[in-house]
């Protein structure tokens, strides 16, 4: 089965071990697309050839709106479809999305399957889509779905929401965590300090101003650190400075991915305090699942996916409390045997819901029963 996969983050070489795996599998020819560049949200990424064989093809493409990505368009990719003549073209994106609708329209053959991605967990049909010319990605999404034969879904609402609105042929695949490189290793320990880490973007959906006033009732011993980057940054050194908290604060630039394992080593626990706004709700908190494998106990709000992401493997409060978050860092900080019961479950759940070899493995089983 020849599998042509459309992926803006694959662009990081660290986000194509599925797509190493998927070929290991074998039965399938893939071939990978990414573009030239593309701005993440954080930092502009450009192309850069694999150092070693993949096992399949990787071309780069140029891209328009490479600084929008519900906008990207692939100038290459009808030369693409008619060369490699694709039994199915996986796109990761949203079906609102320009992309998607690029690809909906030139997947003229019926030997051609469209595969889309989305992590939605709000109904953008009912509550609006969160992008300028509303109407227009509303059109594109009902074009799409009407040609799509399967859409990859990443949190179980998505399901849901599909589903209300007629289109019941998804499949729910969490995203993978790749545990050879997100492992549990010897880790920092201190007596005198309680390391509190966050890592994300900085905006105002992520919460991380609420983890600032929990630490500002907290013991002196408690530390956070805050490293991502975004149009909040200001404002929470600027609130840091205000709960006279900046020795006990510390912001450091985002890290690569390959970087994160050695991060994460150095808290004591990782706090995803998320909260709900018009256009958002955490869709899945992917930070969760790293840490979890890293053996690093985490507390997340109760916003959208985070409860069901965590499990029982975790602390969950209350999204938008400050009292709640305060309460549940205490509570991780005075009871190691807690933290120790955390990590043994945070393991065994990664293991057998995340693992990149198992998600790989549901993938590979999905797209050779659409492939025929």
Known sequence: MRLLVVDHNALEPAH??????????????????????WFNGLRELTFRPPVQPSGYDIFSCDVLFPTRTHRLIYRSLSTHLKEFRPHILYI????????????????????????????????????????????????????????????????????????????NATTVIPPPVDMQLFSSTERRVSDEQFVVGYVGRLVEGKGVDLLLEALALLPGHFRVVIVGDGPAAESLKHLARELR?????????PVGPTDLPALY??????????????????????????AMACGVPVIGSSSGEIPDVI???????????????????????????????????????VREKYDLTIIAQRMHRLFLKLGG
Request: glycine residues 6%; aromatic residues 10%; charged residues 30%.
């Open 16 to 37: 194509r071990k599925l797509y190493d795996e998927l070929a290991r599998l074998g039965d399938v020819t893939l071939r990978l697309i990414v573009p030239a560049r």
């Open 92 to 167: 990761n994106a949203e079906p609102e999305n320009f992309q998607t609708f690029q690809a909906a329209r030139l997947c003229s053959s019926p030997k051609t399957q469209l595969v889309f991605s989305s992590w939605r967990n709000i109904d953008q049909v009912r509550e609006g889509y969160p992008y300028k010319l509303a109407f227009l990605h509303r059109a594109i999404e009902t074009y799409v779905l009407k040609r799509a034969a399967h859409g990859i879904v990443f949190n179980n609402q998505a399901k849901k929401i599909f589903s209300l609105h007629g289109y």
């Open 245 to 253: 908290l900046t020795h006990r604060v510390e912001f450091k630039p």
């Open 265 to 290: 080593a150095t808290f004591d626990a990782l706090v995803l305090p998320s909260r709900t706004t018009k256009h958002w709700r955490e869709q899945f908190g992917r930070v969760l699942v790293e």
């Open 311 to 349: 499990g029982d493997a975790g602390l969950v409060f209350k999204e938008g409390s400050v009292e709640g978050l305060r309460l549940g860092l205490e509570r991780l900080a005075q009871n190691e045997r807690l933290r120790d019961e955390l990590r043994q479950k945070a393991l065994r759940r």
